[in-house]
């Protein structure tokens, strides 16, 4: 299978792969920085708007093209090209060690959940928040340490979360009124830390594996379906473009790495077989 750099960019910590209309959505975290990218043809990210806190992800407001609800800094905000954040909430600012949001997503009903994390990774310190349709932001889960995903079925009724410190992939069933129940543990992973996570159209879950250079998908069961490797130590999250050629795009990490090789920070291009839905919306999806 083969895998390569779509382009000449390299990110410190590039994460939160999204696809939203003809265009590849990413951030690079550490720099504040939301980059978008043409997934049909190679070239150079585009900057649309760097925030003075780290971005963890973002999903597209609807009715309001070119706005974005973000897990950035402490909290929730909504962004767009000027950079300067509406903060929805900041529950973060008063933790007893510094800390930052992390990578999130919305569910099929327009909900935007994110995790949060301690910078020097206090075990148990990190959260997961809620943001419902009408701003109100709501800490849904606690105790986990590096929250990563979450991912949802195209039904928005099974979230996936993993835990990447712990090397562990939750799943939850997700109620009506958006609570987060029966929580079961879906895969381990053995050899390096589950990090950024996607459903795919055949209801299969991909996963990048921080530390490892893999990306797995599973099968709903939770059973090891197929490993993809890659020439990067650290990828970081993962997205299923459709297409004449569906190809699956990776983002990777530098940052840690004490001699980072010529393809760490890449963002991957590979082909698949599978394609996968667009992102969710943050107040309603069609």
Same mark, same amino acid.
């Given at each position: 299978?083969?895998?390569?750099?779509?382009?000449?960019?390299?990110?410190?910590?590039?994460?939160?792969?999204?696809?939203?209309?003809?265009?590849?959505?990413?951030?690079?975290?550490?720099?504040?920085?939301?980059?978008?990218?043409?997934?049909?043809?190679?070239?150079?990210?585009?900057?649309?708007?760097?925030?003075?806190?780290?971005?963890?992800?973002? +999903?597209?407001?609807?009715?309001?093209?070119?706005?974005?609800?973000?897990? +950035?800094?402490?909290?929730?905000?909504?962004?767009?090209?000027?950079?300067?954040?509406?903060?929805?909430?900041?529950?973060?600012?008063? +933790?007893?060690?510094?800390?930052?949001?992390?990578?999130?997503?919305c569910d099929a009903q327009g909900r935007f959940w994110a995790g949060s994390m301690a910078y020097?990774?206090?075990?148990?310190?990190?959260?997961?928040?809620?943001?419902?349709?009408?701003?109100?932001?709501?800490?849904?889960?606690?105790?986990?340490?590096?929250?990563?995903?979450?991912?949802?079925?195209?039904?928005?009724?099974?979230?996936?979360?993993?835990?990447?410190?712990?090397?562990?992939?939750?799943?939850?069933?997700?109620?009506?009124?958006?609570?987060?129940?029966?929580?079961?543990?879906?895969?381990?992973?053995?050899?390096?830390?589950?990090?950024?996570?996607?459903?795919?159209?055949?209801?299969?879950?991909?996963?990048?594996?921080? =530390?490892?250079?893999?990306?797995?998908?599973?099968?709903?069961?939770?059973?090891?379906?197929?490993?993809?490797?890659?020439? +990067?130590?650290?990828?970081?999250?993962?997205?299923?473009?459709?297409?004449?050629?569906?190809?699956?795009?990776?983002?990777?990490?530098?940052?840690?790495?004490?001699?980072? =090789?010529?393809?760490?920070?890449?963002?991957?291009?590979?082909?698949?077989?599978?394609?996968?839905?667009?992102?969710?919306?943050?107040?309603?999806?069609?």
């Amino acid at each position: 299978m083969l895998c390569e750099p779509w382009n000449t960019d390299r990110f410190g910590l590039g994460e939160g792969l999204r696809r939203q209309g003809r265009k590849l959505l990413m951030v690079d975290i550490l720099t504040g920085r939301l980059l978008g990218l043409d997934p049909l043809t190679p070239g150079p990210a585009e900057v649309i708007t760097t925030l003075e806190v780290p971005l963890g992800a973002v +999903a597209p407001v609807r009715g309001r093209p070119g706005s974005y609800i973000a897990a +950035a800094g402490t909290g929730v905000a909504l962004i767009d090209g000027t950079g300067e954040p509406e903060w929805l909430a900041r529950p973060e600012d008063e +933790a007893a060690t510094p800390m930052r949001m992390n990578d999130g997503c919305c569910d099929a009903q327009g909900r935007f959940w994110a995790g949060s994390m301690a910078y020097d990774g206090t075990p148990g310190a990190g959260s997961i928040y809620r943001t419902d349709p009408d701003g109100k932001v709501t800490r849904v889960l606690d105790e986990y340490t590096v929250p990563n995903g979450p991912a949802f079925t195209a039904d928005g009724t099974r979230m996936y979360l993993a835990d990447s410190a712990q090397g562990r992939i939750d799943s939850y069933e997700v109620t009506p009124t958006g609570e987060p129940v029966a929580r079961a543990v879906f895969a381990r992973v053995d050899e390096g830390n589950p990090d950024g996570m996607q459903v795919d159209a055949e209801a299969h879950l991909w996963v990048a594996i921080w =530390g490892a250079g893999r990306v797995h998908r599973y099968r709903p069961d939770g059973t090891l379906e197929r490993v993809v490797s890659l020439p +990067a130590t650290q990828p970081t999250s993962v997205c299923v473009v459709d297409g004449p050629d569906p190809r699956l795009f990776v983002t990777s990490a530098t940052t840690g790495l004490d001699h980072a =090789g010529p393809d760490d920070g890449a963002l991957f291009s590979v082909p698949v077989d599978v394609s996968a839905p667009e992102v969710f919306s943050f107040g309603g999806n069609p």
